[in-house]
């Protein structure tokens, strides 16, 4: 779609910013909010924006406003172009104990689990000052998340969209950054049979019942079609969307799971777990950090990567620490 061109001379760049934040929030109270002005403010400042597009930008519903095609035209060159005003007027250092910034970051309940907790801890070693929203993270695409300004950065098990970058290479608007592999592993009650050293093999497996997870409830899941490679199959009684419920019940029942183990402390019962390697190949997961390259010289969100890089690093060394523990105890 083609835009009239704007009168820069008289144009407000505050508008700009305000049409930039009402985008993401797709709501003019909520908008309001963020940038610390009224709602009536905010409306005008719209009014005042639509006047010099001569284009109608957003139309209005019960739940706050949508996009119109002149809006989603618009919108990626004004991000483009307010992010290089900020990397051009702001210092090259970021100095996050000083720092008066918000960051958003989306993620599945078991990986915010592992991030949250080891972050928290860096940030109140650092007396920082950045705040951190976290939400929840439901695909395994953020990539829209990431386009349209509603999170500053993804973390999680991203397989097409990794190997989709791969591809893509420089000319894709996204980054990746590998934080760390792990591997699925068996998990059960301590006193399960199972438990002890040489008792899982492939037929007891499958003999025994399960508790799947499945974060979008399908029938099948990766341990299944492994399984059905190999000519076996496992009876799963249970299907459920959180490993602290699967932690939960195989502790509590004769179940088994199967977990990565990096999010084995995401359960919330890992000391009354016990954790075996699986008796058939199954591949591992690899987390990613996903972003959008408009951030990739800003120093904040630099700094906001790092921080994730070296949480991932943290949680990678805990959780070696509690599966030694848990094999540990099953072999005492």
């Known amino acids: 779609m083609n835009l009239p061109p704007l009168p820069l001379r008289t144009l407000d760049l505050n508008l700009l910013k305000v049409f930039d934040v009402v985008m993401v929030e797709r709501n003019v109270t909520r908008a309001a909010g963020r940038l610390a002005m009224t709602q009536p403010a905010v409306s005008n400042a719209l009014r005042r924006l639509r006047e010099s597009t001569q284009q109608e930008l957003f139309v209005p519903h019960a739940g706050g406003v949508t996009p119109t095609a002149a809006a989603q035209a618009l919108w990626p060159v004004v991000r483009e172009s307010l992010q290089r005003l900020h990397e051009v007027l702001e210092s090259d250092a970021f100095d996050p104990v000083a720092a008066d910034q918000s960051f958003t970051i989306a993620m599945a309940d078991a990986t915010a689990a592992l991030f949250v907790p080891v972050l928290v801890e860096a940030l109140q070693r650092q007396r920082s000052g950045v705040n951190l929203l976290f939400v929840p993270l439901n695909t395994r695409d953020p990539r829209p998340l990431l386009e349209h300004g509603q999170a500053d950065a993804a973390v999680g098990f991203f397989p097409d969209v990794d190997a989709a970058l791969e591809v893509e290479g420089s000319e894709s608007a996204m980054r990746h950054r590998a934080l760390y592999t792990c591997r699925y592993v068996c998990v059960m009650r301590r006193e399960h049979p199972l438990a002890k050293p040489g008792a899982l093999s492939l037929q007891a497996y499958c003999d025994a019942q399960h508790v799947r997870v499945s974060f979008a409830g399908r029938p099948r899941g990766f341990v299944d079609e492994s399984l059905a490679s190999l000519g076996f199959k496992r009876r799963v009684m249970v299907t459920v ?86 094999a540990t105890s099953v072999t005492s």
């Open 241 to 326: 969307n959180q490993f602290s419920t699967a932690g939960s019940v195989v502790r509590n029942t004769d179940l088994l799971t199967v977990l990565p183990r990096s999010f084995l402390p995401a359960t919330g019962c890992q000391d009354q777990l016990a954790v075996s390697e699986l008796p058939f190949p199954l591949r591992g997961i690899d987390v990613s950090l996903l972003w959008h390259g408009r951030h990739d010289r800003n120093p904040a969100h630099r700094w906001l990567r790092e921080a994730l890089a070296q949480a991932a690093d943290e949680i990678a060394t805990r959780v070696e620490s509690i599966v030694a523990a848990a």
